[in-house]
């Protein structure tokens, strides 16, 4: 069975910093997408950034990039200059076919 | 688009009385996935659907759990009858073409079971 862990269940950050979210999964699937998915307090689940297994290059969505490291099964999420506006629960998600796995989420704020 | 539709985004309820959420997924999308959240459990997929036909339902906790998808634009997630564990948010998404493309969620629906 596909898990995904996230084992910083909230951190802060500095308006203007850098932060890194940490993200490993395990899965016995050669192909596979990962997800980085924000949900402020609205609720709404927000696609962040997505990854395809089978690219050896991270993914990079404006301030958002992620390490890819599959060897290592690792999947971080860098915010660059962060907002106040990005202060949000982020999760991290591994779909493969017939199956798709949040992390239990980490609680991002963002301090002025 | 509208984007993902759910109805209704607040249900109060008594335990033992029947709840039906509803979802309206983004036309074209031929994927479609119900999830519950709760702070004890997280995000947690229960059930999903392609070309309206049921796909894989092993999330789906127990026998008062139902979902129906009767065309490509409407499904409904059932408790019946429901408990105060039920109580959670609902979500459902959609995609198209593959489960691995990215999923787009509605507002959710806050199911409160008193």
């Known amino acids: 069975a596909q898990t995904v862990t996230q084992s910083q269940p909230e951190m802060s950050v500095q308006e203007a910093e850098t932060v890194t979210l940490s993200c490993t999964y395990d899965t016995s699937e050669s192909n596979y997408y990962l997800f980085w998915y924000k949900q402020p307090p609205s609720r709404q689940m927000i696609l962040v950034i997505r990854q395809e297994a089978y690219k050896q290059q991270n993914a990079t969505e404006n301030r958002f990039s992620v390490n890819f490291q599959k060897a290592a099964k690792s999947f971080s999420l860098k915010i660059s200059d962060s907002q106040l506006g990005d202060t949000a629960m982020y999760f991290c998600a591994q779909t493969a076919p017939n199956d798709m796995r949040f992390g239990a989420g980490t609680r991002l704020t963002v301090k002025p | 688009d509208a984007g993902v539709i759910q109805s209704p985004r607040h249900e109060v309820t008594e335990m033992g009385q029947e709840v039906t959420l509803r979802c309206k997924p983004i036309?074209?999308?031929?994927?479609l996935f119900w999830y519950r959240q709760t702070m004890m459990r997280g995000l947690e997929l229960l059930i999903y659907f392609n070309n309206n036909v049921p796909i894989d339902d092993s999330g789906m906790p127990e026998d008062r759990f139902s979902a129906k998808m009767p065309n490509a634009s409407f499904s409904t997630l059932k408790i019946q009858p429901s408990e105060p564990r039920d109580s959670a948010v609902y979500f459902c998404?959609?995609?198209?073409?593959?489960?691995?493309?990215?999923?787009?969620f509605g507002p959710g629906t806050r199911l409160t079971v008193l």
């Open positions: 998404a959609s995609s198209v073409a593959s489960s691995y493309n990215e999923q787009f």
């Open positions: 036309s074209g999308h031929d994927y």
